[in-house]
């Protein structure tokens, strides 16, 4: 990360966590992972330039290919999970022209990555998930995927809450979706 204010924050929710104020390219997986065997390697790489809240803006083609730097971290330590979490319009990621996504080819850059993170002996899967369905209080959409090579499965958590007028609320087998008025200081 480069902001010093996120990674002062994050510092204080991790203390012993290590922080690189650098860019993702300059770290070495080898060496910050000591070598020592890694169960799971997170990644949420920059969304907004797949965002449908960026409008017409140009995209940069450096930033929007941030994720290939999974296949980096995939390749040099193996983790034995890979979760990676992005807008959903990720899925659509595809070539650039003029500093615009070229329509025609959406999604071909997504297919090749995973198909790229598959032949380094990755099963993958991916939603589409709200979180409201979760317990919180919003009804943000997020893509999610995830990448085994320990041969377990991949499992996906239930559902715990629903739309309050539906059968599954109404019978108690889900609490109803919360609301952000729950969590607002009135």
């Known amino acids: 990360?480069?902001?010093?204010?996120?990674?002062?924050?994050?510092?204080?929710?991790?203390?012993?966590t290590e922080h690189y104020q650098e860019s993702v390219w300059n770290i070495d997986p080898r060496t910050v992972t000591g070598g020592r065997p890694v169960a799971l390697c997170w990644f949420?790489?920059?969304c907004k330039h797949f965002s449908k809240a960026k409008g017409g803006k140009p995209v940069e083609k450096k930033i929007r290919g941030?994720?290939?730097?999974?296949?980096?971290w995939a390749a040099k330590i193996k983790p034995r999970v890979i979760m990676l979490e992005n807008v959903e319009?990720?899925?659509?990621?595809?070539?650039v022209r003029k500093g615009k996504p070229v329509k025609k080819l959406s999604g071909e850059t997504f297919n090749k990555w995973k198909s790229q993170l598959q032949a380094l002996g990755y099963k993958i899967e991916h939603r589409e998930l709200k979180a409201c369905d979760y317990g919180a209080p919003t009804i943000r959409?997020?893509?999610?995927?995830?990448?085994?090579?320990?041969g377990q499965q991949i499992v996906w958590?239930?559902?715990t809450h629903g739309d309050p007028k539906s059968v599954e609320v109404k019978s108690g087998k889900l609490k109803p979706w919360r609301?952000?008025?729950e969590i607002i200081d009135w």
């Not at 990360?1 to 012993?16: E, G, Q, R, T, W």
């Open 44 to 46: 949420s790489p920059d």
């Open 157 to 159: 958590p239930k559902a």
């Open 179 to 181: 609301t952000a008025s």
């Open 1 to 16: 990360n480069h902001d010093p204010s996120a990674i002062a924050m994050h510092k204080v929710n991790h203390p012993d």
């Open 89 to 95: 319009e990720f899925q659509t990621w595809g070539p």
């Open 141 to 150: 959409k997020r893509f999610f995927l995830v990448a085994r090579r320990d």
């Open 66 to 72: 941030l994720a290939w730097i999974v296949l980096r």
